[in-house]
Nanobody, 123 residues
Framework: QVQLVESGGGLVQAGDSLRLSCAASGLTFENYAMGWFRQAPGKEREFVATISTRGRTTIYADSVKGRFTISRDNAKNAMYLQMNSLKPEDTAVYYC????????????????WGQGTQVTVSS
């Protein structure tokens, strides 16, 4: 079955960096657009970034633009999120997701989800 496994979360201070990874299995990875979403306590899940099947197209939420970079390695069935200049408001559980259709920002369009990895940014 399809599995998406996130890793790389942790507790950091404001201004630090983290790199999240998403390992995919059970699907033809290169055929799926991928995305990162996050959910903070008491808030709805929100879009962070998405990348097209070959990595040529990326879209970012305004709140992370210029600080986060999404990338993928189809040979390794992996996707990444480089997070720089982290802020306390970036604290959330981060989820990776796969979408067999288009590069989209709506979570309802995504077919598969990981379990999430916690990112906590202290001030």
């Amino acid at each position: 079955q399809v599995q998406l496994v996130e890793s790389g979360g942790g507790l950091v201070q404001a201004g630090d960096s983290l790199r999240l990874s998403c390992a995919a299995s059970g699907l033809t990875f290169e055929n799926y657009a991928m995305g990162w979403f996050r959910q903070a306590p008491g808030k709805e899940r929100e879009f962070v970034a998405t990348i097209s099947t070959r990595g040529r197209t990326t879209i970012y939420a305004d709140s992370v633009k210029g600080r986060f970079t999404i990338s993928r390695d189809n040979a390794k069935n992996a996707m990444y999120l480089q997070m720089n200049s982290l802020k306390p408001e970036d604290t959330a559980v981060y989820y990776c997701a796969a979408n067999s259709r288009f590069v989209v920002t709506s979570d309802s369009a995504y077919d598969y989800w990981g379990q999430g990895t916690q990112v906590t940014v202290s001030s």
